[in-house]
């Protein structure tokens, strides 16, 4: 969608906010052109001089301040009635935003870092606000000024509005370069708030690192370059702005030279009245406003556009998620029932998009080396309601690809991946995620109380576990009774305040607290001890919710344990079957058994 596409998608949803606006400000344009009648008029009873024109020019002193009151009333109301409508807006486009950011893709998070992300949705948020507040209301603001007043005014003296017209052209055209200058400046400043935001976000999420490392000078200098961009540029935009101001209201003072001036002598030659004069002094008056507010018109356009663009890359995205089963399909399809027969993996095959360079089309580098571009090649596999699979491979073979296109955190194939036969990119992502319980490698913990965390995203009116038994499942009861708070106890931004065992079972009581029909656990047992591990492992296989499980791990305890056994390597599925027939079939299987033993041996005598 292009920018004036989508900006009108969100403005016209306050239409009749804006209607009123507009009418509201066509009252104001009319009684402020009308004062001047009234003021001229009242000069001319003065310049009379007679004792009869008093009471007259009373009644007229009368209705210019009703007018102006009037003014006043109708002027205020139409700020309100746009005002309001950019406030919803930026309060829509917000939204919405972060709704398609919770819903991106992993490969556009590679296009576009959080920190920019996050000053689009605070910054660049503000240009929109301004187009759909003050812009719109500048822009019918400007039309009933510009077409009313010099009618007014060509009523009076068509040759002296002709004059008055050269200098409000000149300056016009000086201010309309300077806007264009503008432009640049507003959408550099723009980037360079986006790259200081993401400075900023990366830093502090390596803060740990940038002290460790006594690497703050480096850090304070990069992040003093961007801030100094911003600052450079930000000048020019103020010395730019500083200069367009005194050059309208330098024109105002030209105008009304040229009307006391030209008009002088037209009261000479008595062509033109006192009051005449009077009325065409407040006139310019008028007219110079629209032309200083034409001014900031465009620049609010021109920020709104830049605004829309970096608002536009989030909104634009295609995010379709749905169920796409063909009408038969759905006839039989049966959320509750779903996982009956189980998830079957036919003929897989998964390559990384080219994330840095924006090109999605082309597969990452980094794999087309090793395997023909593929981190996923040729997969098939079956894992039936009930049953326990583990997959085991080498550092880099695949394991977490596999995991993230079964859950459709990556953007999985068509017709490769099936829940009781149906194609899992037909299912809504909820859907599918409701069947299948992902627990990631890296447990991210939000900034907030224990149980919370546990809680995320389960619906506690189908889970039959209370938090006390998901505490016990997870090992993490014990710890938990040395907290301060106990369940309520604030875990601090990522789970800081916690070790990274804790972290590692605070998430897995999270993916046991939620009933799924297949647990996936990538590699979730690392930062745990041997018992610990044959604890949790006893709880997984013979209390979890879940029918089904699929392990990434290449522990003993888990590979002795599970039915089935994929043995990856670079993407393919090299070896399968249980324990003891890999023992017999897979030499790697036998190497890497041996090699776990002789690892576990080692710990046992560190023990
Ligand atoms: N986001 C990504 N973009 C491009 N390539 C990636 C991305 N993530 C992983 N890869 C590549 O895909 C391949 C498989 O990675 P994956 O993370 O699935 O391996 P893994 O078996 O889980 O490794 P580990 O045991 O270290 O977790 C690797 O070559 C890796 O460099």
């Known amino acids: 969608m292009n920018e004036l596409r989508l900006f009108f998608s969100y403005a016209l949803q306050h239409k009749y906010s804006y209607l009123l606006g507009v009418i509201c400000l066509f009252i104001t344009n009319l009684l402020a052109v009308t004062i001047p009648v009234y003021l001229g008029e009242s000069v001319d009873l003065l310049d009379g001089n007679e004792t009869s024109d008093y009471e007259s020019l009373i009644e007229k002193i009368y209705w210019v301040i009703g007018f102006a009151f009037c003014v006043m009333l109708s002027r205020t109301a139409s700020r309100m009635l746009f005002f309001n409508p950019g406030r919803l807006v930026e309060k829509d486009f917000k939204n919405d935003a972060f709704k398609t950011l919770t819903q991106s893709q992993q490969h556009f998070y590679g296009k576009h870092p959080v920190g920019g992300l996050i000053s689009i949705v605070n910054n660049d948020i503000n240009g929109i606000r301004a187009m759909a507040g003050v812009g719109m209301m500048n822009v019918f603001n400007i039309f009933f000024t510009l077409s009313m007043t010099p009618i007014k005014m060509w009523q009076i003296s068509p040759s002296l509005m002709l004059y008055c017209l050269a200098p409000v052209l000149v300056s016009f ?16 400043r723009m980037r360079y708030l986006q790259n200081l935001s993401t400075q900023t976000v990366t830093f502090l999420n390596g803060v740990e690192v940038i002290k460790g490392n006594a690497i703050q000078p480096w850090a304070l200098a990069k992040f003093n370059r961007s801030n100094d961009d911003i600052l450079e540029v930000s000048l ?53 406003m629209p032309f200083m507010s034409l001014g900031r018109l465009i620049s609010t356009v021109q920020m709104g556009m830049v605004s829309l663009k970096s608002m536009g890359r989030i909104l634009n995205q295609t995010i379709i998620d749905e169920n796409t089963l063909s009408p038969s399909e759905k006839a039989s399809f049966d959320q509750h029932m ?21 090109n999605s089309d082309k597969i990452s580098e980094n794999n087309a080396d090793k395997n023909n571009g593929f981190a996923l090649k040729n997969l098939s596999f079956d894992i039936k309601p009930g049953e326990k699979v583990a997959i085991l491979g080498r550092v880099g073979s695949g394991k977490t690809t596999l995991v993230n296109c079964l859950n459709r955190f990556y953007e999985t194939p068509e017709n490769s991946i099936f829940i009781d036969g149906y194609d899992v990119t037909q299912l809504s992502r909820k859907e599918l995620r409701s069947v299948i319980r992902t627990i990631t490698q890296e447990p991210f913990l939000f900034s907030d109380t224990l149980e919370n965390n546990i809680r995320f995203g389960s619906e506690a009116a189908k889970t039959r576990l209370t938090m006390d038994m998901a505490l016990a499942q997870s090992a993490m009861k014990k710890d938990v009774k040395t907290f301060p708070d106990g369940v309520q106890t604030l875990v601090g931004e990522k789970g800081i305040l916690l070790s990274g065992g804790q972290k590692q079972r605070i998430s897995l009581a999270r993916g046991l607290f939620t009933p799924a029909n297949l647990l996936v656990l990538d590699n979730v047992l690392s930062a745990v001890d041997n018992d610990t591990e044959r604890f949790l492992l006893d709880q997984i296989f013979n209390h979890a919710q879940a029918k089904s499980c699929l392990i990434v791990s290449h522990r003993q305890a888990v590979l002795e344990r599970v039915d089935n056994i994929l043995l990856l390597e670079k993407g393919e599925i090299i070896a399968t079957g249980s324990h003891e027939e890999l023992l017999k079939t897979s030499n790697l299987y036998r190497e890497t058994w041996q090699f776990l033993q002789t690892g576990a041996l080692e710990e046992e005598k560190n023990v």
């Open 173 to 188: 055209l000086i201010v309309n370069y300077a806007i264009a200058t503008m432009r640049k400046l507003l959408s550099q």
């Open 236 to 288: 020019k935009q103020l010395r730019i702005r500083t200069f367009i101001m005194p050059i309208l209201e330098f024109t105002e003072s030209v105008l009304k030279i040229i009307i006391l001036g030209v008009g002088g002598w037209y009261l000479v030659q008595s062509e033109l009245s006192l009051g005449d004069i009077t009325a065409f002094l407040a006139y310019a008056s008028l007219l110079a």
């Open 338 to 358: 779903l996982f009956s027969k189980g998830l079957s993996v036919r003929n897989l095959n998964f390559a990384y998009p080219k994330s840095m360079d924006g």
